[in-house]
């Protein structure tokens, strides 16, 4: 497999996501959702596939916009997620060079503080 069909199946997984989130009525159903699928696997994996969501949320416009609150929810509110899973998900994220994702651990943490 190459890097670009890494990328191409991160694409995938994000535009996935972002719809199953934007089809749900309510943040809070969306943060939940959100929280179990970032749970599940490997941190690492989920590193490609989030930076996608805070990429194409920034842009704006659906479903990635509803897609990047979530994340956003999720990563403000500390008992929504594990500590330990949260460093983990940041180390990823970081040490693969997705740092507007890294970033928006660090700024939710900041928030939350």
């Known amino acids: 497999m190459t890097a ?7 694409v995938r997984l994000a535009e996935r996501i972002a719809q199953r989130l934007a089809a749900l009525p309510e943040p809070e159903m969306r943060r ?3 929280a179990e699928v970032v749970t599940a696997g490997e941190p690492a994996a989920h590193g490609p596939v989030l930076a996608q969501i805070v990429t194409r949320g920034r842009q704006g416009g659906p479903p990635f916009d509803l897609a990047l609150l979530a994340l956003g929810a999720l990563l403000a509110d500390p008992a929504a997620l594990p500590y330990e899973r949260r460093a983990a998900l940041y180390e990823a994220a970081r040490a693969a060079g997705h740092l507007d994702l890294a970033d928006l651990f660090l ?3 900041a928030a939350a503080a």
């Not at 670009?4 to 991160?10: F, M, P, S």
């Open 4 to 10: 670009g069909d890494c990328r191409d199946d991160a």
């Open 32 to 34: 939940a959702v959100l």
């Open 107 to 109: 700024s939710a943490a």
